[in-house]
């Protein structure tokens, strides 16, 4: 059974920068896509980041384009979320997911992702 488990979130101020880390296990190949979703209280969990199994395209929401990155690290199974410029509206539960298909580029919905990490907390304050 394939898990990911999320580290790094936590409580800083508007402006500042944290970087998310999320480990899979559990599977004996890194070449499945990525992604980062987020949840904020009261709201639907929406579409971050993903990157694709290889590394060489990446895609972000609007709200995070210019601010967040997502990398990987095939050889840890592990992919990160890199947040500056953090605005108290980034406040969420971040989730790391990633699929069961090999070499599938999924989109933007939850619903094309079958794992999930248990979360790890994210707010900024203003």
């Known amino acids: 059974q394939v898990q990911l488990v999320e580290s790094g979130g936590g409580l800083v101020q508007a402006g500042g920068s944290l970087r998310l880390s999320c480990a899979a296990s559990g599977r004996t190949s890194s070449r499945y896509a990525m992604a980062w979703f987020r949840q904020a209280p009261g709201k639907e969990r929406e579409f971050v980041a993903r990157i694709t199994w290889s590394g060489s395209s990446t895609y972000y929401a609007d709200s995070v384009k210019g601010r967040f990155t997502i990398s990987r690290d095939n050889a840890k199974d592990s992919v990160y979320l890199q947040m500056n410029s953090l605005k108290p509206e980034d406040t969420a539960v971040y989730y790391c997911?990633?699929?069961?298909?090999?070499?599938?580029?999924?989109?933007?919905?939850?619903?094309?992702?079958?794992?999930w990490g248990q979360g790890t907390q994210v707010t900024v304050s203003s």
């Open positions: 997911a990633t699929t069961r298909i090999q070499f599938l580029n999924p989109g933007t919905s939850s619903g094309a992702y079958d794992y």
